[in-house]
Every structure is written in C-alpha cells, then in structure tokens.
C-alpha cells in the first residue's frame, strides 16, 4: 500500500477505512457519471481564505507543482489530457462569487462548455539557450503564468512543458489554485493527468472511474447536519471540552531572542536537520509494534524538549487535518478534489518534567481523541446562526500558539516515480522561487516544522520568522527535539 494511501487511511476511523477502501474498489470498475454544475455551499474556513486571498494576496493562491520528465511531450495528448481532467474534476470549472463580507463568498460551478480558458496547455521550446538562461526562462514565465488563473472566470489550472533539448530532461510546470485544491487533492490531479496522458498517447479513451463525493453535495449536506440536533451536538461538546483546557498564562512558545518581533512571518528562515538512519529505523519500527503515528512521536519530542526549555506542562499546537473525516458513513472524498484541509488549535498537557515515556503516554491519550474533535470542529465550521456558539469559536485564540508540525511522509526513488503516466516523471531538482516581493509575506504560524524520510532519514525542516529567533537558536532547539526522538526510539516497552 502506498504511503500516501496509508496516510489518507490513517486519518480516517475504522468503519471510514472500510468504506473507503470499498469505494476505492468500486471505482476501478464502473463507469464515471457526468459533470457537477451550480453553487457550492463553503465553510468558514474556505469562505475566509477564499476572502483573505482574493483581497489581500491575489496571486498567493497558485499552487505550482513542478516535475523533471526523461521525454518530450505530445501537445495535443496533453490539451486532451487536461481538458479531460477540467471535465472530470469538477472544482477544476468553478467559479468565485465575491461576498459583502469574508463569510459570504461562494462558488459555482460551470460546464465545461462555458469556460473559455483554452488552451490550458503549452509547449515551449528553450533548447537554444543555456542552462543558465533556461532556468531564467522558467522562472520569469512561472511568474506571469501565475497571472493566467482567473478566480473570477473558470480559469483555475495551466499546465506548461519546456524543452531543453534532445539530451535534456524536460520540466512539466504545473499550475492551479489552492483555494480549490490542497496538497491531497494536487496529488490526485497529477496522477490522474498522468493516467489520461497515458491512456491518449497509446491510442486509448481513458477510462474514467465513477466520481467521489462531489463538493457541492459535501457542502450541502455538511451544512444540513451542522444545523441538525445531532450536528448541535458535536458542537457543543467541542466547545465544552475546551472549557476544561487549563489557563493558557503565557504563551508557550520557544522562547524568542527579540520578545519584541513581529509574531507572523514578515520575513522567514529555513534549516534543516537530519536524524540517524539508525534511530529513524527504530522510530519506524516502533510505529509498527506499538500502532503509534509518526506524528504522535514528533509531537512528543517537541513538547518534551519545549518543556525543558520553558518548564511549562501546558502546550498549544497547530494540527493539520485533511478534513476529509466527516459524520457519514456513504461520503467517499478519497478522490475528490477540493480545498478540505484545516488545523485544529489543540492543548497538550503532561506532567512537570516529564520523561519521554510518560509524555508519549499522555501524547497517545490525547491523540486518539482527536478524530472525534475533528468531525466536530470541521461541523463547526459550516454552523451559522447563534450567537453563544460564534462567539464561543474565540475561546481557542489565547491557546493558539501558531506552531505547526507537519509530517509528510516517507520518500525515495522509486516511491516518488511510482505510478506516474508520463514517462519518466519525478519531481524537479530546482525549486520555484516566489516572485520578486513575495518573500515578505506574512504567515499564521510563528514557527511550522515540516518532516519527511528521505532515503532511510528523518529530514526536519524548520521554517521561523528570522524578526524573532537567530539561526543559532532553532538548531540547538532541533537538536534537543532530535535528542528525545533518540531517546523515544529506545524504549523497549509502552506501559
């Protein structure tokens, strides 16, 4: 089973898991129904970054993927390929509609017949220059091609293939919004691109699968169930437990060098630090013994080693969530693209100077809570229309530390190529730059910790706004987190 399946998989309940799995097999065998159209009712969450982009950031919304390919590609099969994939995705056509206030956005959807954004692809040929003016080229085209989407207008995806030579490998520059999709949903256009490119460069009609959940039914249903009594709830037994969390004090972060910085990135740094082959072997291996999440280990080793630091038992965090975990057994979203993904502002509590078995404990208790608060909170985030329970959405804000821990995965060669349609496609050794001005931006996270294994590695990537820490201090900080997943990975028992 591939990682990212694992992961979709582990994010889920096990009654979810066997739907899902269900669904999955169901869709390899019947046929794909037709396009979605009209309106789409959106969260809180979707309405306020729909709202905060398209007023304040207009272009911070592309999600570019870029890909190396070993072969040229057909430009017709790959207009094909992505028209195909425009119809069968049906946020793909939509359309936004500006609200009078940020939770009053909306969407709609359009056939595909009404879009007026062809071509969607395009080959260049940049074999006449160097190396060193075929990346300039790259880059100053990904910079206007992020002015191609139209939020406005259906224009949502641009897909453009360089050519550097007969001796080159090619770049496949990937362009749509992430107001519609995330990092799940991305991965699931790139593969079914790469199935359809596929399926036409050998002579064939792609055979489609029938569709997942649409957004417009998630949308809709979500809203019923969010104003039903069982939907009330899980609302108000959310909040109720928040009531319990312990007074925040100060907030728990690590300690800053100038206490008087700005708290969002203005502007940002980035280390990374790498773990042991040997204690990421034992970290893996603990995951299968004990049924423990990687990200239940790195959690722990944060917090221990903030504790030691701060001396504090109270810890804030930021928890993704691939908010595809809902209240109904029937919803299949596993291949359903859309913008799902949110945090859960959480509290953790240990106890004064805890060793790391005794915080991986109370980790785990925590932990398996979780799904639970994330049906309720993603429930929450369609309710519309009492005062006591909006203004109970404020009593996670002095809890909200903005640290985010993010763990993507497991890496390699041959995990990373497989199953991609276009020959030879892996992902590209440069990486895009944000255009000129855009590295200033402000983030909403102080500090976000992104980790993946790569080739047998633990690779820890720390991004922190450089206004409030020196570089000095994340790495002796990484290294202490570091220090207790080397000690986690030697436990030999879990009480």
């Not at 992430?178 to 055979?207: H, K, V, W």
């Not at 809570?369 to 002095?398: C, H, M, N, T």
Request: one cysteine or more; proline letters at 5%; a negative charge.
């Amino acid at each position: 089973m591939g990682e990212k399946l694992t992961q979709r998989l582990a994010a889920l309940s096990p009654e979810q898991q066997k739907a899902f799995l269900s669904k999955l097999m169901e869709r390899r065998t019947q046929q794909s129904p037709e396009e979605v159209t009209g309106p789409v009712i959106l969260n809180a969450n979707q309405q306020g970054h729909m709202w905060y982009t398209g007023k304040h950031l207009p272009l911070m919304h592309v999600m570019p993927s870029f890909w190396e390919m070993q072969t040229d590609i057909h430009p017709q099969h790959l207009e094909d390929a992505v028209k195909l994939l425009i119809s069968y995705h049906d946020e793909l056509r939509a359309c936004f509609v500006e609200g009078a206030t940020q939770w009053e956005w909306g969407q709609n959807i359009l056939p595909s017949s009404e879009l007026n954004g062809a071509p969607w692809t395009i080959r260049i040929d940049i074999s006449h220059l160097d190396a060193e003016g075929q990346w300039e080229y790259i880059q100053q085209y990904y910079h206007q091609a992020m002015g191609l989407l139209d939020l406005f207008h259906g224009k949502l995806i641009h897909v453009a293939f360089f050519y550097r030579g007969e001796q080159e490998t090619g770049r496949l520059l990937f362009i749509t919004s992430r107001l519609i999709a995330d990092m799940l949903s991305l991965e699931t256009l790139i593969d079914d691109l790469s199935t359809f490119y596929r399926a036409y460069s050998e002579g064939n009609t792609p055979r489609l699968a029938p569709k997942t959940t649409s957004m417009q039914e998630y949308g809709s249903r979500m809203s019923a169930f969010a104003h039903s009594q069982e939907g009330l709830q899980h609302i108000h037994a959310l909040n109720e437990l928040r009531k319990t969390w312990p007074a925040p004090g100060t907030l728990t972060i690590l300690p800053p060098d100038n206490p008087d910085g700005d708290f969002s990135w203005v502007k940002f740094g980035q280390i990374t630090q790498e773990v042991s082959a040997e204690t990421t072997e034992r970290l893996v291996a603990m995951q299968a013994k004990h049924h423990i999440q990687m990200n239940e280990l790195l959690f722990t080793a944060y917090i221990v080693a903030l504790q030691r630091r701060t001396k504090e038992t109270v810890f804030p965090l930021r928890i993704p969530s691939f908010g595809r975990n809902t209240p109904f057994s029937d919803m299949d979203l596993s291949h359903t693209v859309g913008n799902f993904a949110f945090y859960l502002n959480e509290v953790f509590q240990i106890p004064e100077e805890s060793s790391p078995a005794v915080a991986l404990q109370s980790v785990l208790t925590y932990w398996r809570k979780l799904p639970e608060r994330d049906i309720a909170s993603l429930v929450l985030s369609f309710y519309k229309g009492s005062e006591d329970i909006d203004a109970s959405l404020d009593i996670i804000q002095p809890y909200d530390a903005k640290v985010e821990i993010n763990y993507r995965g497991q890496y390699n060669e041959e995990v990373e190529t497989a199953g991609l349609g276009l020959q030879g496609m892996k992902s590209a050794p440069e990486v895009l730059p944000y255009p000129p001005g855009f590295s200033e931006y402000k983030s909403a996270n102080t500090m976000k910790v992104v980790v993946m294994i790569l080739f047998g590695k633990l690779h820890i990537t720390w991004q922190y706004g450089i206004e409030l820490y020196q570089e000095t201090t994340i790495e002796a900080f990484g290294q202490e987190m570091i220090t207790v997943l080397e000690e986690l990975s030697m436990l030999s028992h879990l009480s």
